[in-house]
């Protein structure tokens, strides 16, 4: 099935909610799966004698009031491409200067829940809107131009199919066909001054 990376609109006000309470990531990167939040939610450390007394009432108030109002919510996903796309922007497989690196390396870390194949990653409504800015500074054919497969596989950028065909898989095609998802998701929030979620699953 191989690794993809998720994008989820999600406000500032939930980020700060999010950061500070990580198991309600789940609520925003699987609603429909309540039992994930559950279990991240057991997991945390068993609370002191006062909180378990007087805490827990108002935490299933925040947990109950923890509501996405659209777009929040709002999810698509760069399928294989998105180690791909993070080359086409930086030149490299993990580094590459902010703020176009922030597919691999953007925003911040959502606790210790991992969602998938490691920690999700919130980015504000303001890092997305510079995001947006630098990404539309960068034509389709800039971006094409920086494809080169023979240093993709040399720096094993996933899932290394780049010296493949285009007659039989056209990596590059895929590549700039998961830009314009990346380009229409980061619009949408950008217009509505809303932040991102991404985790790799």
């Not at 210790?112 to 630098?134: I, P």
């Not at 131009?145 to 039989?168: H, L, N, Q, T, V």
Request: one cysteine or more.
């Amino acid at each position: 099935m191989g690794m993809c990376l998720a994008l989820t609109i999600l406000g500032d006000e939930n980020i700060t909610r999010v950061l500070a309470d990580p198991p309600l990531i789940w609520k925003v990167v699987a609603p429909e799966e309540p039992e994930m939040f559950e279990s991240a939610r057991a997991e945390q450390k068993r609370p002191g004698l006062l909180s378990r007394l007087f805490g827990r009432r108002a935490e299933r108030t925040r947990e109950q009031e923890f509501m996405l109002t659209p777009p929040e919510g709002t999810n698509t996903d760069l399928d294989k491409a998105w180690h791909g796309i993070h080359y086409l922007l930086t030149g490299s497989a993990d580094e590459g200067n902010p703020p176009l690196d922030f597919l691999v390396r953007g925003g911040r870390a959502v606790g210790d829940v991992e969602v998938g194949y490691g920690l999700a990653r919130a980015l504000t409504s303001k890092q997305v809107r510079e995001v947006s800015e630098a990404l539309r500074t960068l034509s389709a054919d800039a971006l094409r131009a920086r494809f080169d497969p023979g240093d993709m596989i040399a720096k094993e950028i996933y899932p290394e199919i780049w010296e493949r065909s285009a007659e039989d898989d056209d990596p590059l095609g895929y590549l700039m066909e998961n830009v314009k998802v990346l380009r229409d998701i980061l619009e949408q929030a950008v217009s509505h001054r809303l932040g991102l979620v991404i985790h790799v699953t």
